[in-house]
């Protein structure tokens, strides 16, 4: 399970916040929180199938299975609207029931702490309850009987069954006893399907009179094995096929194979061996359940509305054939006010809640709240909505017209609004599952919107202590140990930028493939290209030496027509990590958990440079160092003007011994020492080649060289920069203990400063 931002996973384009994940829900096993989520995500794919169309009843163990569990059945206010639901009309009130039909559904239930899921064997037709689809036996062994008794019983039904045409299927409950799934060949209703079960029960009953008993009555299931053939009424459920138990150790409804029934060694199985069963044998119920009849795109909308309870349209099915341009932006007053925006398109109106109102300016970004698609009779709906249901509240057509559309992408809308309120281009970008930007865009000769912003130079960050940062105010990341480049991506050309604004691609032919990476996009990145060291940490040593570079994107200026210069940290953080989820193969390095001090510990352990904490509320300051950003390093570094050379000794007695170092103040260049260790051979030879053309006969240092450096000094113009690591400055204000790291070609020496 991976996350893709603090406290949330992203499953098929649906963002599922999680919290607790180290919370032990098995004592007895140790298993957490995580884990269930992470079964439930990767059994979805077997699971869904036996359990989709049918209502979803949860049993939860918020504290743990040592803990209080408790069904539930209506589906609170506070779930995700992306939930599909129904509702049903029971004795006594109206129950809303989630519909399990997506791998972020089931990752939903395990972050409920939701161990068990139960389900009836009928699926809703539209919004009424349908027929049953199967059969369902429950063997539950009384005192002295067990799994081999159930065995025994499960293949006495099975070639019952059969005499009728049928097939069955057995499954460990994971708790105590077997179930039996009969998929039918006709539908039944509820009370059909319950006689045709008691039947066979009662019928197995008298054949195995001394094993099995169809009677409900507990005094009489000892030594012997219940049917229970009840589970066939409608108004009951049976745990699902694949769900976890609320056991002390985590079984599974696990589904077998009639072979294993034969193995007087049956046992109840575990997550992780049924995970393994799957990989390898995949779905042992492949054949129980019947294929959804196809959903249209209105299915959401009409399983969160009933006709009779909601003054709203409710058609039975899509418009056909129409291809309209109209849009209506409706008032909504419900739980809180919001505007909903809707565009007409294949039959339908598709719908984003925009809280608070379409932007009227183009340095704006609203937030947008992609819902269920509404029918076209909609674009004319004003009333109220009966409190206690969807959306209740009231809804006013706030204005209405017609749209062209200039792109129309899963994850990117670009229209013009021609109303009597709104007229404008606005962009409607998708960051993460459900949730959109809104932007009014500015009307340039760019097919993409604003004109393509070049030259845009990297916001700086201002050295500093991360004492008294809030961690709810302030994100943190890794400083990374490479070269800071703007990564253009524009009209199919990508170009690599540093910070001195030189064109580094063709420095890294490696990087190209960047470009079918991005194909689509119009894109500027800031980021770094990094290498890393044999101890997979990013090391500029190691990029110096031709290692092999790799791009890291931390943030994002602009994306197909829109700035994002002004936008919050958070708003470019979310639409970069939108990016990389859509493209694939672009890296954008994950942001650290947890307070100042953990993630200053954590780059410690890892062996990075530094930490760069960034508000999350901060905008891009192109070329300015901002104190919204906050570099810390965690060993010293300290960019140099290079002055001339010592010749060496020995070894290097025709080259290089050591390079005298200098940093520019108001009066000129102040020698700081000289810098004799951290070279290859390969560094020497390269350093020499660059140097020579340089020389000049005066010194380029305003104070005095002291005597034991000036021997056999060669002077050079002081134009080219390095980077060393130092342990302290001396009191005489000169690097102690340097080593050299390498050149920086992305730097001027009008750059460097004097590191504090």
Same mark, same amino acid.
């Given at each position: 399970?991976?996350?893709?931002?603090?406290?949330?996973?992203?499953?098929?384009? /649906?963002?599922?916040? +999680?919290?607790? &994940? %180290?919370?032990?829900? =098995? $004592?007895?096993?140790?298993?957490? !929180?995580?884990?269930?989520?992470?079964?439930?995500?990767?059994?979805?794919?077997?699971?869904?199938?036996?359990?989709?169309?049918?209502?979803?009843?949860?049993?939860?163990?918020?504290?743990?299975?040592?803990?209080?569990?408790?069904?539930?059945?209506?589906?609170?206010?506070?779930?995700?609207?992306?939930?599909?639901?129904?509702?049903?009309?029971?004795?006594?009130?109206?129950?809303?029931?989630?519909?399990?039909?997506?791998?972020?559904?089931?990752?939903?239930?395990?972050?409920?702490?939701?161990?068990?899921?139960?389900?009836?064997?009928?699926?809703?037709?539209?919004?009424?309850?349908?027929?049953?689809?199967?059969?369902?036996?429950?063997?539950?062994?009384?005192?002295?009987?067990?799994?081999?008794?159930?065995?025994?019983?499960?293949?006495? /039904?099975?070639?019952? +069954?059969?005499? &009728? %045409?049928?097939?069955? =299927? $057995?499954?460990?409950?994971?708790? !105590?006893?077997?179930?039996?799934?009969?998929?039918?060949?006709?539908?039944?209703?509820?009370?059909?399907?319950?006689?045709?079960?008691?039947?066979?029960?009662?019928?197995?009953?008298?054949?195995?009179?001394?094993?099995?008993?169809?009677?409900?009555?507990?005094?009489?299931?000892?030594?012997?094995?219940?049917?229970?053939?009840?589970?066939?009424?409608?108004?009951?459920?049976?745990?699902?096929?694949?769900?976890?138990?609320?056991?002390?150790?985590?079984?599974?409804?696990?589904?077998?194979?009639?072979?294993?029934?034969?193995?007087?060694?049956?046992?109840?199985?575990?997550?992780?061996?049924?995970?393994?069963?799957?990989?390898?044998?995949?779905?042992?119920?492949?054949?129980?359940?019947?294929?959804?009849?196809?959903?249209?795109?209105?299915?959401?909308?009409?399983?969160?509305?009933?006709?009779?309870?909601?003054?709203? $349209?409710?058609?039975?099915?899509?418009?056909?054939?129409?291809?309209?341009?109209?849009?209506?932006?409706?008032?909504?007053?419900?739980?809180?006010?919001?505007?909903?925006?809707?565009?007409?398109?294949?039959?339908?109106?598709?719908?984003?809640?925009?809280?608070?109102?379409?932007?009227?300016?183009?340095?704006?970004?609203?937030?947008?709240?992609?819902?269920?698609?509404?029918?076209?009779?909609?674009?004319?709906?004003?009333?109220?909505?009966?409190?206690?249901?969807?959306?209740?509240?009231?809804?006013?057509?706030?204005?209405?017209?017609?749209?062209?559309?200039?792109?129309?992408?899963?994850?990117?809308?670009?229209?013009?609004?021609?109303?009597?309120?709104?007229?404008?281009?606005?962009?409607?970008?998708?960051?993460?599952?459900?949730?959109?930007?809104?932007?009014?865009?500015?009307?340039?000769?760019?097919?993409?919107?604003?004109?393509?912003?070049?030259?845009?130079?990297?916001?700086?960050?201002?050295?500093?202590?991360?004492?008294?940062?809030?961690?709810?105010?302030?994100?943190?990341?890794?400083?990374?140990?490479?070269?800071?480049?703007?990564?253009?991506?524009?009209?199919?050309?990508?170009?690599?930028?540093?910070?001195?604004?030189?064109?580094?691609?063709?420095?890294?032919?490696?990087?190209?493939?960047?470009?079918?990476?991005?194909?689509?996009?119009?894109?500027?990145?800031?980021?770094?290209?990094?290498?890393?060291?044999?101890?997979?940490?990013?090391?500029?040593?190691?990029?110096?030496?031709?290692?092999?570079?790799?791009?890291?994107?931390?943030?994002?200026?602009?994306?197909?027509?829109?700035?994002?210069?002004?936008?919050?940290?958070?708003?470019?953080?979310?639409?970069?990590?939108?990016?990389?989820?859509?493209?694939?193969?672009?890296?954008?390095?994950?942001?650290?958990?947890?307070?100042?001090?953990?993630?200053?510990?954590?780059?410690?352990?890892?062996?990075?440079?530094?930490?760069?904490?960034?508000?999350?509320?901060?905008?891009?300051?192109?070329?300015?160092?901002?104190?919204?950003?906050?570099?810390?390093?965690?060993?010293?570094?300290?960019?140099?003007?290079?002055?001339?050379?010592?010749?060496?000794?020995?070894?290097?007695?025709?080259?290089?011994?050591?390079?005298?170092?200098?940093?520019?103040?108001?009066?000129?260049?102040?020698?700081?020492?000289?810098?004799?260790?951290?070279?290859?051979?390969?560094?020497?030879?390269?350093?020499?080649?660059?140097?020579?053309?340089?020389?000049?006969?005066?010194?380029?240092?305003?104070?005095?060289?002291?005597?034991?450096?000036?021997?056999?000094?060669?002077?050079?113009?002081?134009?080219?920069?390095?980077?060393?690591?130092?342990?302290?400055?001396?009191?005489?204000?000169?690097?102690?203990?340097?080593?050299?790291?390498?050149?920086?070609?992305?730097?001027?020496?009008?750059?460097?400063?004097?590191?504090?």
């Amino acid at each position: 399970m991976a996350t893709t931002d603090r406290g949330q996973i992203t499953l098929d384009g /649906i963002t599922v916040p +999680v919290t607790n &994940l %180290g919370k032990v829900l =098995y $004592p007895e096993s140790g298993t957490t !929180k995580a884990e269930v989520i992470d079964y439930y995500t990767r059994i979805s794919a077997v699971m869904i199938p036996h359990v989709v169309g049918r209502p979803g009843t949860r049993k939860r163990w918020p504290n743990g299975v040592d803990g209080q569990s408790f069904f539930e059945k209506n589906l609170a206010s506070s779930a995700p609207d992306w939930l599909t639901r129904a509702s049903l009309q029971h004795s006594d009130r109206v129950v809303t029931y989630p519909i399990f039909d997506s791998v972020a559904s089931l990752a939903w239930l395990g972050q409920q702490a939701a161990l068990e899921l139960h389900v009836p064997q009928w699926r809703f037709d539209g919004s009424e309850r349908g027929p049953a689809t199967r059969l369902v036996f429950d063997l539950d062994p009384g005192d002295g009987v067990g799994l081999g008794e159930c065995a025994e019983v499960a293949r006495s /039904i099975r070639d019952l +069954v059969g005499t &009728l %045409g049928w097939t069955a =299927y $057995p499954v460990t409950s994971g708790s !105590k006893g077997i179930h039996l799934y009969v998929p039918l060949d006709r539908p039944l209703d509820g009370s059909g399907a319950s006689t045709v079960a008691k039947q066979i029960a009662v019928g197995l009953e008298k054949i195995h009179p001394d094993l099995v008993t169809a009677t409900m009555a507990r005094n009489v299931r000892a030594g012997k094995i219940f049917v229970d053939w009840s589970q066939n009424n409608a108004a009951k459920t049976t745990i699902a096929p694949y769900s976890m138990r609320g056991r002390a150790q985590p079984y599974v409804a696990a589904p077998r194979s009639w072979d294993e029934l034969d193995d007087p060694k049956l046992r109840h199985l575990l997550f992780d061996e049924v995970l393994e069963r799957v990989d390898s044998g995949g779905d042992l119920l492949a054949a129980l359940d019947p294929p959804v009849v196809q959903q249209d795109s209105l299915t959401r909308y009409r399983n969160k509305r009933a006709a009779d309870r909601t003054p709203e $349209p409710v058609p039975d099915s899509v418009s056909p054939g129409a291809l309209g341009n109209s849009f209506v932006i409706q008032e909504h007053h419900a739980r809180r006010l919001h505007y909903d925006v809707r565009l007409e398109r294949d039959g339908v109106l598709v719908s984003w809640a925009v809280p608070k109102g379409v932007p009227t300016t183009a340095g704006e970004n609203r937030l947008a709240v992609h819902t269920e698609d509404h029918p076209l009779e909609y674009a004319t709906f004003s009333g109220t909505i009966p409190k206690g249901e969807y959306g209740g509240g009231s809804m006013t057509i706030w204005d209405s017209g017609t749209y062209e559309t200039e792109k129309w992408r899963d994850d990117e809308v670009i229209v013009r609004l021609d109303g009597n309120r709104v007229q404008g281009r606005f962009a409607l970008i998708r960051t993460r599952g459900d949730q959109w930007l809104m932007h009014l865009m500015k009307d340039q000769k760019s097919s993409f919107g604003i004109e393509f912003p070049k030259g845009i130079e990297p916001m700086l960050a201002t050295p500093g202590s991360l004492e008294g940062l809030d961690e709810d105010e302030w994100a943190f990341e890794g400083k990374w140990d490479g070269i800071r480049v703007i990564l253009e991506f524009h009209s199919g050309t990508l170009s690599l930028r540093s910070r001195a604004g030189n064109d580094k691609t063709g420095d890294y032919p490696a990087l190209a493939g960047l470009a079918s990476v991005l194909d689509g996009h119009e894109v500027v990145l800031d980021g770094e290209v990094v290498s890393y060291n044999a101890e997979g940490v990013t090391d500029f040593g190691a990029l110096q030496r031709g290692g092999e570079p790799e791009f890291l994107a931390f943030d994002l200026l602009y994306l197909d027509g829109v700035s994002l210069l002004r936008k919050s940290y958070t708003d470019r953080r979310t639409v970069l990590n939108a990016l990389a989820a859509k493209v694939g193969d672009l890296t954008v390095p994950p942001q650290i958990d947890g307070t100042p001090a953990d993630a200053l510990e954590g780059s410690r352990e890892s062996g990075w440079e530094g930490i760069v904490a960034k508000r999350r509320a901060s905008v891009y300051l192109p070329g300015r160092r901002g104190s919204s950003w906050i570099k810390v390093k965690n060993w010293r570094t300290q960019e140099v003007v290079i002055g001339g050379w010592r010749t060496g000794q020995g070894n290097r007695a025709r080259g290089i011994g050591a390079l005298l170092m200098g940093i520019p103040g108001e009066d000129g260049l102040s020698y700081v020492g000289r810098v004799g260790t951290g070279f290859t051979d390969r560094d020497l030879e390269t350093l020499l080649a660059v140097l020579e053309p340089l020389q000049q006969k005066e010194s380029p240092f305003e104070d005095d060289v002291p005597t034991e450096d000036r021997k056999g000094a060669v002077w050079i113009r002081p134009e080219l920069v390095g980077e060393v690591r130092f342990m302290d400055w001396t009191a005489s204000g000169r690097l102690r203990h340097p080593s050299w790291r390498g050149m920086r070609e992305d730097k001027s020496p009008t750059d460097v400063r004097r590191d504090t």
